[in-house]
């Protein structure tokens, strides 16, 4: 088969001897001609799945923060072993299905989707910036169903015990976490230029959605803030290393776990920190849509998992109304009666 594509001359084997199948192969060719989808394949056959995420990693992934950066490389070891020398015409919504039941043996449900995510995402782009392919076959993929029950936080004994075993500069990280609901991350980045004491707010440059964030200070995190400026050196970083250099985040967490076995803390993460900020909020009464902002979620569905912990602030909600409103069904129910009464009547 012969014909003209975007100026250029394109010839294509039917892969047969037999005049009479590729008759039929030449006729199913030009109903996709005729529907537009079959010079969508042609380009979808010039790039394997490598092409594309080879070139997501230098154009995409580079502007994204350094822990996600760090996440779309380790989601594309496995995703290259299953993908990586198709061409993106090849990668079907069947294979990707296969690749879920095959992943699902060994990998969390959460962990199943941000590989799928990624390439969701990676192929959008192909569409329509680089004009790789014309369909995604992702979009015909169901992600998996995650069910996040981990609802662990620190009492106030708990506190107690782990601050006590903890170094006084795991300490300060502890307490700063605690009061501001900061991911590791964003607290080992925070840069002294973030932060302005006197209006007692700090930036969140960068944080996990890339989208910047401001933080309140408390009074105990304004002193203790104050108290590490005093002892302040050349180093730009609040929580530095002793080389006055960004703080390495294994380091952290090694020291951490140290201190969590040592106050007999069972399952409990640096990340709990955050929830137990976001519980205490909740437990406090707060507003959920002030704990979203506070933590930086970009959907409130992802705060909800905090609703329980706040019945009261629920009841409150309603209790409202008898306060705003509280001559309406009061008035109603003195003039109008009872039910039997108005049947009565009628």
């Known amino acids: 088969m012969t014909f003209i594509h975007q100026g250029q001359q394109v010839r294509r084997s039917t892969g047969t001897t037999d005049k009479r199948l590729a008759e039929a192969i030449l006729g199913k060719v030009r109903v996709k001609i005729v529907e537009g989808r079959f010079f969508d394949t042609l380009e979808a056959k010039d790039h394997t799945f490598n092409d594309m995420m080879d070139r997501y990693l ?12 760090l996440r779309d490389k380790q ?28 992943r699902r043996e060994t990998a969390k449900p ?37 069910r996040n029950e981990r ?42 230029q973030a932060i302005d004491l006197n209006q007692q707010v700090l930036v969140v440059m960068r944080s996990k959605n890339g989208e910047k964030r401001t933080v309140p200070l408390n009074g105990r995190l304004t002193d203790l803030l104050k108290k590490k400026a005093s002892k302040r050196t050349a180093g730009s970083f609040v929580f530095a290393s002793s080389a006055e250099t960004l703080f390495d985040a294994r380091n952290l967490t090694r020291a951490f776990r ?21 519980t205490r909020l909740a437990q406090a009464g707060v507003d959920l849509y ?13 705060t909800q998992r ?26 109603y129910h003195n003039e109008s009666g009872t039910v039997g009464e108005c049947c009565a009547s009628a």
């Open 110 to 146: 959460a962990t199943v989707n941000k590989e799928l995510g990624l390439v969701r995402h990676s192929f959008n782009v192909a569409i329509r910036e680089w004009e790789w392919c014309r369909d995604n076959p992702m979009q015909r993929v169901c992600m998996e169903k995650v």
């Open 58 to 69: 230098k154009e995409r992934s580079i502007t994204k923060a350094p822990a996600s950066r």
């Open 258 to 278: 140290l201190a969590a076995t040592k106050a007999a803390l069972s399952d409990f993460r640096f990340h709990d920190l955050r929830h137990t900020f976001a």
């Open 290 to 302: 002030k704990v979203q902002r506070l933590l930086g979620h970009k959907t409130a569905a992802m």
């Open 151 to 192: 609802d662990r936080w620190l009492s106030s004994d708990e506190e107690g015990r782990l601050l006590a075993h903890s170094a006084p500069w795991l300490q300060d990280i502890i307490v700063f976490a605690l009061n501001t609901g900061m991911r590791r991350g964003e607290i080992l980045n925070l840069q002294w």
């Open 306 to 331: 905090y609703a329980h912990h706040s019945p009261e602030s629920l009841r409150e909600g309603v209790l409202i109304l008898e306060r705003v409103y509280p001559q309406i069904s009061q008035n």
């Open 75 to 102: 989601c594309l070891t496995h995703l290259r072993s299953a993908f990586g020398s198709l061409n993106l015409a090849e990668v079907t919504p069947k294979l990707h299905a296969a690749y879920k039941a095959k």
